[in-house]
């Protein structure tokens, strides 16, 4: 076991006995009392370590008491056991002075002062002091100081000071301080301060500060702070102002309790918020920023990238140059923006805004309530309105767009674009009038009528309420009907049935053009026959194929067999006309059965889907199953049925290409 031995030691003229007010017995070496001395530190050593603490206090102490009693002996000058002054060659104490009943302190320099009762107080340097009663104080320098009863306080270096009762606090450097009653305070470095009552604080580094009562804060850096309960600032210029809040590095403050800074220039304000990297902003509690030049402002938000900005509560944005305002949202790319509650997105170069909407892609823009834009370059405007595809513009509440380079209601008429489902590609919708509840299926169609339904490419409908079926069709009469390539309808009620088929009156039907011909096999039918009722007709046409019936007398025609021939064949081609209608009814309540199919296109996974269509009367089922092979390979198949007994079965592949 190391001991150390503590000397109180002063130096005198050999022909001066009465140095400092002292007797002559008083400045003689009493080696009887250093022999008690040093059995009475041994003990004060054995309990100090006993009860875990290290004497580096006494440790200088030593060193210095021992120097300064070999520079005495040297001198000539002979050591005594009561108070201790340094004295000059010439016998001249500079001034200094100690003294106190039943001490041993020790004053070296000018104006030095060491005082206390029962005391081993110890002042080296100009204006030194070092007092306190029942103390160890140790002050070490010009102008240092060193006070307090029941203390040990340490202070080295021009200007330290360390004082509080009851303390162990440690001043090292220039100007530094550490101050507390009860405390064990440690400030090292020029104007390091660090103090506190009852308190652990430690301040390392020039201009570093480390204070509050009951606590134990630590500062190391040059102008580090940390004064929250417990708190720690690493680094130059960090700070640590909340409870249990911690600052690492340049100029990082942490301000919220229990926030953390890390990095470089950080701030953390909010309680439980972290900034880590550069130059973040963290003003919301429970909030982290991850990167650098990232703004919070907003409770248990996550930023994790560059330059991202958010003034929002519950969510998170990954990535850089992302603005969010909205509450329960969430960002993961680029340059993207978000104003309003429970929005997300997903790319870059977006926008949305609104509540409970959705843009993943890129240069997607998302401004209504429950929409959703999936592509690239999707412009929606409308609530409940969705686009997939690259890129389409859809001006309208509650429409669903799949495909590429469609338009529905580029003019943004309110109600235009409403309840329209649209499936295709280059498709213009209600450009210069309604379309709202139409559906189309095909690519560069051009709708303007409500409630149409067009299935083909490269048709034109404007009547409402029509039915367009087939390519380059025409549809411009109200509740009219065009199948067939080519086929127009342009009068209201009209029916064009086959290619190049025209309607050209109201309540028409054209069937075919003049090269067709017809076979009507059922014509001769019994059951047609027996359908027949009353005066027997015939039926009659002109050059341009229009029919009539005329008649026996009318043709000078007796026949009644003849001409109930002609009537079954009209029937016949009336329920034809009928079946048709279903039919197609039937395929269109088919074709929204089957857009309605939506599979899983997450890599590996195989999804089954269903769906309902009706469409005049007509309803229609399809089942679906999909697999997507990866990010960039799907297939899917699909079977269909209608009430009047149709089925249809379909297959597709899609591949994305970049």
Known sequence: MQRAIRIAIACR???????????????????????????TEDRRWRASNARGRSCPVRIVRLVAVFALSALCLLSGKRPATAQFVCATSGGATMG??????????????????????????????????????????FA????????????????????????????????????????????KNVATGDHANASGNNATNIAIGVNAAANGNNMSNTAVGSNSIATGTNSSAFGANAHAFGSQSSAFGLGNTANGGNSAALGTNNTATGNN????????????????????????????????????????????????????????????GSSIGIAGGNNAAVGSFSTVTGSNSAAVGSFNNVSGNNSGAFGTGQNIRGNGTFAIGDPNIVNGNNSLVFGDNNTVNGSNVAGRGDNIQLVGSNNTIAATSSAAGSSVF???????????????????????????????????????IAMGTGAGANFDNSVA?????????ANQVAVGTASSTYTMSGITS?????????????????????????????????????????????????GRVDNLTRESRGGVALALAASSLQFDPRPGKISVSGGFGNFQGQSGLAVGLGYSYSDAMRFNAAFTAAQQGAIGVRAGASWTLN
């Not at 001490?103 to 080296?124: H, I, R, Y």
């Not at 320098?141 to 029941?150: E, L």
């Not at 040990?152 to 450097?173: E, K």
């Not at 049935?497 to 009156?505: D, F, K, L, P």
């Open 13 to 39: 003229n050999e022909d001066d006995a009465s140095a400092a007010g002292m007797g002559e017995s008083d400045m003689m070496l009493n080696w009887a009392g250093l022999t008690a001395y040093r059995s």
């Open 96 to 137: 200094a002075s100690a003294g106190g009943l039943a001490s041993t302190n020790f004053a070296c320099g000018p104006n030095a002062n060491a005082f206390g009762l029962v005391s081993a107080n110890f002042a080296a340097g100009v204006n030194s002091d070092a007092s306190g009663d029942a103390s160890s104080n």
């Open 140 to 183: 070490a320098g010009v102008n240092a100081s060193a006070t307090g009863d029941n203390s040990n306080n340490v202070a080295i270096g021009n200007g330290a000071s360390a004082a509080g009762d009851t303390g162990a606090n440690v001043a090292t450097g220039f100007g530094a301080n550490a101050a507390g009653i009860g405390g």
């Open 273 to 332: 918020s972290a900034a880590v990297g550069s130059t973040n902003a963290v003003n919301g509690d429970g909030s982290a920023a991850f990167g650098s030049g990232n703004a919070i402002n907003g409770t248990n938000y996550a930023a994790v990238g560059s330059n991202n900005v958010v003034a929002g509560n519950n969510g998170a944005v990954v990535g850089s140059g992302n603005g969010v305002t909205g509450d329960n949202t969430a960002a993961f």
């Open 442 to 480: 095909g690519s560069g169609n051009t709708v303007n009528a409500t409630n149409a339904v067009v299935m083909g490419n490269n048709s034109t409908v404007s009547g409402a309420s029509s039915v367009a079926i087939g390519n380059g069709t025409a549809v411009t009469g109200i509740n009219a």
């Open 497 to 505: 049935i086959g290619s190049g088929a025209t309607t050209t009156r």
């Open 526 to 574: 019994a059951a047609s026959k027996a359908a027949q009722s009353g005066p027997t007709q015939l039926v009659t046409s002109d050059a341009a194929g229009n029919l009539a019936t005329t008649s026996l007398a009318g043709l000078g025609l007796a026949s009644a067999g003849d001409i109930n021939g002609i009537n079954s064949q009209l029937a016949a081609l009336n």
